[in-house]
Nanobody, 119 residues
Framework: QVQLVESGGGMVQAGGSLRLSCTTSGLNFRLVAMAWYRQAPGKQRELVAR???????TYVDSVKARFTISRDNGKNTVHLQMNSLKPEDTAVYYCNLVPPVRISHDIYWGQGTQVTVSS
């Protein structure tokens, strides 16, 4: 059974930093691409950073040069270092595979972790 557990969110002022972590189980982790997604109130969930099995990273334009995704294959964990945070980064952040994993035909999401950036 796949499990994705996100942590590390919180409330920070604009310009601050947070480091998110996602611990996974039930996956052949080192073989899959992983990503961080976010969903702001009233908006669709979007992919903000992805990392391939070979640790090649790509980012959505709005977070380039501010966010860094990394993975630890020994611990089946993926991280998102977020610097120079802006109020528009406020959202619930989720990790998942690329594309997101399905369980019984439904996309499975963990509980996510809330990031709130105040101006």
């Amino acid at each position: 059974q796949v499990q994705l557990v996100e942590s590390g969110g919180g409330m920070v002022q604009a310009g601050g930093s947070l480091r998110l972590s996602c611990t996974t189980s039930g996956l052949n982790f080192r073989l899959v691409a992983m990503a961080w997604y976010r969903q702001a109130p009233g908006k669709q969930r979007e992919l903000v950073a992805r990392i391939s099995s070979g640790s090649f990273a790509t980012y959505v334009d709005s977070v380039k040069a501010r966010f860094t995704i990394s993975r630890d294959n020994g611990k089946n964990t993926v991280h998102l270092q977020m610097n120079s945070l802006k109020p528009e980064d406020t959202a619930v952040y989720y990790c998942n595979l690329v594309p997101p994993v399905r369980i019984s035909h439904d996309i499975y999401w963990g509980q996510g972790t809330q990031v709130t950036v105040s101006s």
